[in-house]
């Protein structure tokens, strides 16, 4: 059965847990061909089980995406496989939380380089193959914290979370004449390892503040980038698509 990206080709930077692992495997399920970019080689793992699962083809590629050698690396290496690169997601990201007056500055720069640079190097190493096509969707993930939210502890992640709303509009415009389409997510809380660090209780009241009453998980994250991501959403561009079950309501 043809899926809804049958015949695309996707490269997905932090695919390696969470959301982006999430999005990976929705996206093999419609029939996308996968560049899986992450620093940890246990992806390749995740690789092998989406290919014998789906019968899609997949390949990893070591990246950090705070280096552009490395994104333009993984772009390159994905060309050369596929032929094209129809989709990217922007996924990688990094969160540490701390009181401002006490964070340093690599804190500071812990998550401008990832969330921040990361985005822009990913997007200048890919958008020159969309570009030479003119095709392309583009879809950056930024956070319900920093573009309507924030909490204590919280202002390097929500500062390069607000900076992609920023990126993805000048992008979107940009880019709109060469058929592409730029557009972000903002999740509200998705039950992800970068939970770790929170209670039962914690997400107990997480889930009663959200009107839906419960968390996100990554994989329902992932059903609004296949729809961004399709032939259906070609007039939508330079978006802002919060998915937070109600919470900033």
């Known amino acids: 059965m043809m899926g809804k990206l049958s015949g695309k080709t996707a490269l997905i930077t932090g695919a390696s847990k969470g959301i982006g692992e999430g999005i990976a495997r929705v996206y093999a399920r ?8 992450a620093r940890g080689s246990q992806t390749e793992q995740l690789c092998e089980a989406l290919r ?16 552009m050698q490395a994104c333009v690396h993984a772009a390159d290496e994905a060309a050369a496989h596929f032929g094209q690169i129809d989709i990217l997601v922007s996924n990688a ?8 007056l006490e964070a340093s500055e690599e804190d500071r720069d812990y998550h401008l380089d990832v969330n921040v640079k990361g985005a822009w190097n990913i ?6 193959y969309m570009k ?12 319900v914290t920093g573009y309507m939210v924030a909490d204590p502890g919280e202002a390097g992640y929500a500062m390069s979370k607000a900076a992609l709303i920023g990126l ?6 940009e880019e709109g004449p060469s058929g592409i389409t730029v557009n972000c997510v903002a999740p ?15 997400k107990a009241a997480l889930a009663e503040e959200t009107p839906v009453g419960r968390l996100a998980a990554p994989e329902e994250i ?22 937070n079950g109600g919470l900033v309501i």
């Open 93 to 100: 990201g990094v969160c540490r939380l701390g009181g401002f």
């Open 52 to 67: 014998e699962e789906y019968g899609i083809e997949a390949i990893f590629v070591q990246t950090d995406v705070s280096d």
């Open 168 to 173: 993805t509009k000048a992008l979107a415009k």
């Open 188 to 202: 509200g809380v998705v039950e992800t390892d970068m939970m770790a660090g929170f209670t039962a209780e914690d």
């Open 222 to 243: 992932a059903q609004t980038l296949v729809f961004l991501a399709g032939e259906n959403a070609g007039y939508i561009t330079g978006q802002v698509i919060g998915q």
């Open 132 to 143: 030479e096509r003119q095709y392309g969707r583009v879809i950056i993930m930024s956070s």
């Open 30 to 37: 419609e029939g996308a061909n996968l560049v899986l970019c």
């Open 123 to 128: 997007c200048h190493a890919v958008l020159p």
